[in-house]
């Protein structure tokens, strides 16, 4: 809503591809205005949301849609987990308090450093990317991983990247629409592996 109490008004084009995500899941989006800190791309004025988390085991894959202002279209997941928790479950809480020490903001630069304290923790990041390569490559799209990352804390995302340049409306739904397919499948992924190492966990704990 607007400060005036009406309905924001929207491109119609973000109206479409609203019930275009919302029907190839089978699930309720909703189109909201741009947060001061989200989307990602500064440029965007609007994004799709899932609000309902009932709807959760449909929308995992999918719950975020923004546009920036050079053509580009991302579709992201559900929040994945975050350093703490990641590195809390390999090494305990003692390592965990530990890594909220860290600065997180540039994680490209520390997360070299978390790979030398943390290697299981990295090992399954290089895990999680290697599922989305795979995806990637069968699909024909561009998936990979989008650390939100902070002071303390580093909050992972499964992300869909989709260049819609010269592209007319009808072609950016068929490119929504098999990037959704695509992020099902890793989240399918994903989630075997999470539970194959939940296993291993349990079998070193007796």
Same mark, same amino acid.
């Given at each position: 809503m607007s400060e005036s109490g009406k309905t924001a008004a929207f491109p119609r084009e973000a109206e479409t591809l609203r019930r275009a995500v919302s029907e190839a899941i089978n699930a309720d989006y909703e189109i909201r205005m741009a947060e001061p800190n989200f989307p990602p791309a500064s440029s965007a004025t609007w994004y799709i949301f899932a609000p309902d988390v009932s709807q959760l085991s449909k929308t995992a894959p999918a719950r975020k849609i923004w546009e920036d202002g050079e053509g580009n279209l991302y579709i992201e997941s559900i929040f994945l987990g975050n350093t703490t928790d990641w590195i809390g479950h390999h090494y305990g809480e003692e390592s965990a308090i530990q890594a909220t &020490?860290?600065? =997180?903001?540039? =994680?490209?630069?520390?997360?070299? #450093?978390?790979?030398? &304290?943390?290697?299981? =923790?990295? $090992?399954? !990041?290089? $895990?999680? #990317?290697?599922?989305?390569?795979d995806v990637s490559q069968k699909y024909g799209v561009e998936l990979r991983m989008r650390y939100d990352s902070g002071k303390g804390v580093a909050i992972l995302y499964m992300n869909a990247k989709i260049k819609t340049?010269?592209?007319? !409306? &009808?072609?950016?739904? $068929?490119?929504?629409?098999?990037?959704? &397919?695509?992020?099902? $499948?890793?989240l399918g992924r994903i989630h075997q592996y999470e539970a194959g190492r939940s296993q291993q966990k349990m079998r070193r704990g007796r």
């Open positions: &020490r860290m600065d =997180f903001r540039d =994680f490209s630069t520390v997360r070299k #450093e978390l790979a030398s &304290r943390f290697p299981l =923790f990295d $090992e399954d !990041l290089r $895990e999680y #990317e290697g599922m989305l390569a340049k010269g592209l007319d !409306l &009808r072609a950016k739904i $068929e490119k929504v629409r098999l990037n959704v &397919r695509a992020l099902q $499948e890793a």
